[in-house]
């Protein structure tokens, strides 16, 4: 184990910190978790105190420089500004993702791991995956709508409110033990581990630079490709463009556009045709209550995932034909008489509200009103919704939709003759009924957990 016999430092517990210095603290000689931005609660810091860890709170010139004399091993989060990671001195330094993998390296099960990340499209990748693998298997998902255990198609949960920072992984588990499971899905933010079998890049679209500014979220989801051990297979969307694996490491492409290994063929009867690298094909014609088109990238990803792991095609079928869109993605539904697009959910970006509101363009009566609920709950979910592209977005297209409810104190300064206010997704909901009536529509976009 890395960390045996070794003085090690955690930085950053409010991004995963919390869990991995207790589960170091099992190995290491000793364990010093600093809580870089000084927001770590009392309660928790005395909860690590008790584990023997060593807590410093904030980072000073004197701690940098007792980090630096104490330290063999530095354990930061990927995007954690450089400024905070002492430079200087005989350590070495690794990410939240590699320790995750040490640590998971003694995890002894038989079960497959498959690791998602990427810039949009993980949870809905992993929910359709694990219906897919369940109908044959005993799955346990960890995705943004919590720690679930798959029998059938069919999803228990077991554990609401984690992140899906690499460490919460090491949580997920001890949520799922008692359970014997032929396959974990984990959803992981900004790359990956290193113990996959299968290891998913989503996408790499709308790039965003991480750490101050001195590296992007394409850099750290790369990991996924830098760590991927020997005799795994990586599962990468073909804009990604060319990789450089570890030797003994297979790709797989897929696409829902272009040519790739695994590529999507629609016909003009609505049928929808998945060609499986070489092996077969999986058809079905999407349900309505779902705007399929926004799934693509998802659907195909998961099938070409499924496939990997040798799941019948009759089953993946099977699971498709049942699907009718992921809570808080562009799903469709009845909400007091009217017709909710419901696209919040803590991934949400620009790009998606242009896809909601076009995909309810094709839902409108000819007088029917519309309304949009716009913004962000909590601006440090996924780095939150950037301000100046929503403001972008209002003007642009605006006058398509009778009101726009803005929610968020960042999107207070966005103005316009048919805006309101609201402070939260709920009392943004309660605001938008008062504005229409029955069989109008309501579009909601809120970047939140849920």
């Not at 993998?101 to 002894?108: D, I, K, Q």
């Not at 950037?386 to 977005?393: E, H, I």
């Amino acid at each position: 184990m890395l960390f045996d016999d070794k003085d090690v430092t955690v930085l950053d517990l409010t991004h995963g910190g919390i869990p991995l210095a207790q589960h170091i603290a099992k190995y290491a000689r000793s364990v010093t978790a600093v809580d870089v931005y000084g927001t770590a609660d009392d309660d928790v810091l005395a909860g690590l105190e008790h584990f023997g860890i060593n807590i410093i709170r904030g980072l000073d010139n004197n701690t940098e420089i007792n980090t630096k004399r104490n330290t063999d091993l530095i354990v930061a989060p990927v995007h954690l500004d450089p400024a905070f990671i002492p430079s200087a001195g005989k350590h070495t330094i690794i990410t939240h993702h590699r320790a995750v993998g040490e640590l998971l390296s003694g995890f002894n099960t038989n079960a497959r791991i498959v690791e998602i990340t990427g810039t949009g499209a993980k949870t809905s990748t992993a929910t359709l995956l694990a219906d897919m693998t369940s109908r044959s298997l005993s799955v346990v998902s960890h995705t943004s709508r919590g720690v679930e255990h798959w029998v059938k198609g069919v999803p228990t949960k077991l554990h609401h409110g984690l992140s899906i920072t690499p460490s919460s992984i090491l949580e997920a588990l001890e949520h799922s033990i008692g359970i014997e499971a032929d396959l974990y899905i984990f959803e992981v933010s900004l790359g990956g581990t290193g113990v996959a079998d299968v290891g998913i890049i989503t996408s790499l679209d709308n790039e965003y630079t991480i750490a101050n500014g001195n590296s992007t979220s394409t850099a750290a989801k790369l990991q996924m490709v830098e760590q991927a051990r020997p005799g795994s297979t990586l599962l990468v969307n073909a804009s990604a463009g060319l990789l450089n694996p570890p030797e003994n490491v297979d790709v797989v492409t897929f696409s829902d556009s272009t040519d790739a290994n695994v590529y999507l063929e629609r016909s003009h009867r609505g049928i929808w045709t998945i060609h499986l690298n070489g092996s077969g094909t999986v058809r079905f014609t999407p349900n309505a209550g779902y705007d399929a088109e926004s799934y693509s990238t998802a659907i195909v990803c998961a099938i070409a995932a499924a496939s990997i792991l040798q799941v019948e095609p009759a089953k993946i079928e099977s699971a498709l034909m049942d699907f009718a869109g992921v809570h808080g993605r562009m799903r469709v539904m009845e909400w007091a008489g009217r017709r909710l697009v419901d696209n919040s959910n803590s991934g949400m970006n620009i790009r998606s509200v242009r896809q909601a509101l076009d995909y309810s363009n094709g839902l409108a009566s000819r007088h029917g009103r519309k309304v949009l609920i716009l913004g962000e709950e909590a601006k440090q979910v996924c780095e939150g919704l950037d301000p100046k592209d929503t403001g972008n977005f209002v003007n642009e297209r605006g006058h398509e939709l009778d009101n726009i409810i803005l929610v968020g104190e960042r999107m207070e300064s966005i103005q316009g003759g048919n805006i309101q206010i609201a402070d939260s997704l709920n009392s943004a909901i309660e605001m938008a009924e008062s504005l229409t009536s029955e069989d109008d529509i309501i579009i909601s976009c809120v970047k939140c957990f849920r």
